[in-house]
């Protein structure tokens, strides 16, 4: 059996992109996407962090677009494409917060396809793998 890490809120959140990217399009700014969007959690009650602010070891200052239920760090992006330094970035962040989810949104697509980064050196998550016989 197979344990999805905050099935429900990524359910949530995964409409929630949907709609921001139906109402907006592929050729918008960052920025207008994250606006759309957090009037879309505003609306629903779901409570968050916009520009959430990460400190590191070295000091550096570094942000998230948002922080979800105390639980989801969230990324917008609005390129051709997420390359492979955006998942290391996500994965980065998870680990300096202790996180076990992050998603990555990439709203210039043509078709949708939100990315899921888990934290595979967090403690609080538990994953097992089906295997099929």
């Known amino acids: 059996m197979e344990k999805i890490i905050h099935k429900e809120m990524s359910y949530k959140l995964g409409g929630l992109f949907f709609k921001t990217h139906n109402d907006l399009g592929r050729f918008r700014k960052e920025y207008q996407y994250c606006k759309h969007f957090e009037g879309l959690l505003k609306n629903s009650n779901i409570s968050y962090v916009r520009e959430y602010k990460i400190n590191s070891p070295d000091k550096a200052l570094n942000k998230v677009d948002f ?22 970035q996500m994965r980065r962040y998870l680990e300096l917060v202790g996180l076990d989810l992050g998603l990555i949104v990439n709203f210039r697509q043509k078709y949708l396809k939100p990315k899921r980064v888990l934290n595979s050196k967090s403690t609080s998550s538990i994953r097992s793998i089906r295997i099929n016989s």
């Open 67 to 88: 922080f979800i239920e105390n639980a989801i760090l969230v990324d917008f992006k609005a390129k051709p494409f997420i390359t492979r330094e955006d998942y290391y």
